[in-house]
């Protein structure tokens, strides 16, 4: 088992900063792909920005220019640093991790329990 806990997540003005945490703790296991999904009220949820292994990186058009993720070299740690925020920003963020365990090929994907991110106008 791995278990995600996210940090960071509150209140801020339209135009300010945040910065997301997310560590991950277990025994045993490699971080594939670390990211970061995002869902608002009635909406479905989405890729913001994802970290692979292999340290290239993905940021959701949406975010793009405003947003940077990045994580140790085990991708036990990953942040993603939120600037010039919007109200349509407004979420709860989620940190997801695929992960392996020993030598086994297989992966598996866990959630954190989620961070509110509130943008006001």
């Known amino acids: 088992q791995v278990q995600l806990v996210e940090s960071g997540g509150g209140l801020v003005q339209a135009g300010g900063s945040l910065r997301l945490s997310c560590l991950a703790s277990?025994?045993?296991?490699?971080?594939?792909?670390a990211g970061w999904y995002r869902q608002a009220p009635g909406e479905q949820r989405e890729l913001v920005a994802s970290?692979?292994?292999?340290?290239?990186?993905h940021l959701a058009d949406s975010v793009k220019g405003r947003f940077t993720i990045s994580g140790d070299n085990a991708l036990s740690t990953v942040s993603l640093q939120m600037n010039s925020l919007k109200p349509e920003d407004t979420a709860v963020y989620y940190c997801?991790?695929?992960?392996?365990?020993?030598?086994?090929?297989?992966?598996?994907?866990?959630w954190g329990q989620g961070t509110q991110v509130t943008v006001s106008s």
């Open positions: 277990g025994s045993t296991f490699s971080i594939h792909v």
């Open positions: 997801n991790a695929e992960v392996s365990f020993g030598s086994s090929r297989v992966r598996f994907r866990y």
């Open positions: 970290m692979s292994s292999d340290n290239s990186t």
